[in-house]
């Protein structure tokens, strides 16, 4: 008997991958997995885990490795492998030496994502092999068993998170690590080179497998029934067993799939024989309720079930079982609390110079994202990691130059390497009067703090090359580079409008380190003196939670208070003291 420990499911993935012997591990950071990689670093010596630039290039590292006779992993969210599939799709003919495993890690309902993907669909397109645990003891379970799969039937193994499985906890028995021999390296163009000729082959390879993964997902003992009531049937997976499981006990029987692609066929229909009314309960798209209806089955599904968002024990309850249950409501509506920047953050200013400017405001993935919601509401667009550089050439473009000096695009650090230099290129490249603000905050913010190519960091906190961003932008043909620190609003601005008025390309670098980093300088927190203070509220336009407003004042919470000095720039009656020291009476708290 192993050590058993309470994990979270992605620090259980990670587990698994150092007790199957993995030795590398390249990925993006993005929520809900970005907890497996960086749990990587405690494995420093069996495991080499690094940050790769985007998930395609992680995807790229893991299946060299893989080639290499190497047991690898690659970790993302469900839009990282819209970046990854390129590789992905590709290395599915070209199969795996040693095991190759990737995590994806869904979002339903959206709580750090700008849509929802239900990466089951790639796994079908691609022809992987695609398992879905259901707690932390499954992720850990199912990691292992998925490189042998991988080396057992040459396929890339793809595993299938979701929020909560991710995020939530659960007791694991921890197990020792294989020792496992790096197996030779055999030159094989036929298999590892994707030309036509060769491809072709490996077409009827894939088609082949496809057949021998259906066999074992008949016979797979992820594949669990539970047979309890013959009245009710659930088919589930993941999240949706967990929640059907306590919602229905064993007023319902359940066939638990952990394999969900390829889907089996005669388990399926064995399950069905067994129970009066058959659901399938699944979240987000009916993949596994049109794999039924294709098999001949009557199943009740998305008619009954939502389209959208997180499934809940209430929601399965309501559908199967009509049982609404009661749970206390409070006597007032509690007031929304909407997603603001920290207090400090280094793109208040920045945002709030946009606003005043009042430009179109091309935006991106990463914390500047907030500066779309009020009381900034200074950002236009957001549609996927890099297009705040190719979506503002593309808009000025398509409107014929009329809104070149009104407009610009806003890209971070970590996402112009991630993919925004490649749209920069192509600014460059085809003469576009285009204006970017790359908001360099040193650090990929969004996701919890992770070193980027750009900070001199890598995964373990060592030090590494970096890729010096002023040189990189001059170098993708950018003639005019300026650095602005967007504290000092005044200089910003004067900055913008004059790259505004420029006729052609330039990047301004908004660059200030997040307040969130643990060798951020704080000054001294602000004060308001109570006798300068007019209760005009211009200040609190910056959307800073330090500040608060009562009794027609503003004040400020000095434990949150950064001292940056953005909220004092806009005050006219100079209300704002550099320090709580510098007023006698505070006002403050």
Wanted: proline content about 5%; some cysteine.
């Amino acid at each position: 008997m192993g050590k058993k420990t309470l994990m979270l499911g992605n620090h259980a993935i990670a587990r698994g991958c150092y007790e199957a012997g993995v030795t590398v591990v390249s990925s993006y950071p993005g929520t809900p997995s970005t907890e497996i990689t960086f749990a990587m670093t405690q494995y420093k010596g069996d495991i080499h885990a690094e940050w790769a630039v985007n998930e395609k290039v992680g995807c790229e590292v893991v299946v060299g490795a893989s080639i290499a006779g190497a047991r690898a992993f690659t970790g993302m969210k469900h839009v990282g492998l819209n970046v990854a599939s390129d590789p992905l799709y590709t290395a599915s003919y070209a199969g795996v030496n040693g095991g190759l495993v990737l995590a994806i890690a869904d979002d339903p309902g959206m709580h750090s994502s700008q849509n929802e993907q239900d990466s089951r669909r790639h796994a079908i397109a691609s022809k992987c092999l695609m398992l879905e645990p259901a707690d932390s003891r499954e992720c850990l379970e199912f990691t292992k068993k998925a490189f042998d799969l991988s080396e057992e039937f040459d396929v890339p193994v793809l595993i299938r998170l979701s929020t909560r499985i991710s995020h939530s906890q659960g007791i694991v028995e921890e197990g020792e690590r294989i020792k496992r021999d790096l197996p030779d390296y055999k030159k094989d163009a036929s298999k590892y080179v994707m030309m036509p000729v060769f491809a072709r082959g490996r077409r009827v390879f894939v088609d082949e497998r496809d057949r021998k993964l259906v066999a074992y997902a008949e016979k797979s003992p992820f594949n669990v029934i539970e047979d309890n009531n013959s009245d009710i049937g659930v088919i589930c997976a993941g999240t949706t067993y967990q929640f059907s499981r306590e919602a229905l006990g064993d007023k319902a029987s359940y066939l638990k799939l952990g394999v969900v692609n390829p889907l089996p066929v005669e388990l399926i229909k064995e399950f069905a024989k067994k129970v009066k009314k058959l659901y399938v309960a699944e979240e987000m798209d009916p993949i596994i309720e049109q794999h039924c209806k294709a098999i001949g089955l009557e199943v009740i599904g998305k008619d009954l079930f939502p389209t959208i968002g997180e499934y809940s024990q209430g929601i399965i309850r309501e559908k199967v079982l009509g049982e609404v249950k009661e749970h206390s409501v409070f006597p007032e509506a509690i007031p929304v609390r909407p997603p603001v920047m920290c207090a400090g953050c280094s793109h208040r200013g920045l945002f709030t110079v946009l606003g005043k400017l009042g430009v179109m405001v091309n935006g991106d993935i990463g914390c500047y994202t907030l500066g779309a919601t009020p009381p900034l509401s200074a950002m236009d667009t957001t549609i996927c990691m890099g297009a705040g550089v190719s979506s503002l050439h593309g808009f000025n473009k398509g409107r014929q130059g009329d809104y070149e000096n009104r407009a610009v695009g806003v890209v971070g650090d970590s996402t112009f390497i991630h993919s925004g230099i490649t749209g920069l290129i192509n600014i460059a490249y085809s003469k576009s009067n285009s204006t970017i603000i790359i908001a360099d905050n040193t650090i990929t913010g969004m996701t919890g703090g992770q070193n980027t190519p750009a900070n001199g960091l890598d995964i373990y906190g060592d030090s590494a090359p970096s890729v010096d961003i002023e040189t990189m932008c001059k170098a993708c043909g950018i003639k005019r580079v300026t650095v602005v620190d967007p504290s000092d609003m005044a200089e910003t601005e004067r900055v913008l409008r004059q790259e505004l008025d420029a006729n052609e390309p330039s990047v301004v670098i908004s660059r200030k380190p997040c307040a969130l980093l643990k060798g951020f300088v704080k000054n001294k927190p602000v004060a308001v003196d109570p006798n300068k203070c007019t209760g005009c509220r211009v200040c609190l336009k910056v959307g800073c939670p330090a500040l608060s407003y009562k009794d027609k004042k503003v004040s400020v919470n000095k434990n949150l208070c950064v001292g940056c000095g953005v909220c004092g720039q806009l005050c006219k009656p100079a209300a704002f003291a550099d320090t709580v020291s510098a007023i006698d009476n505070g006002g403050n708290d």
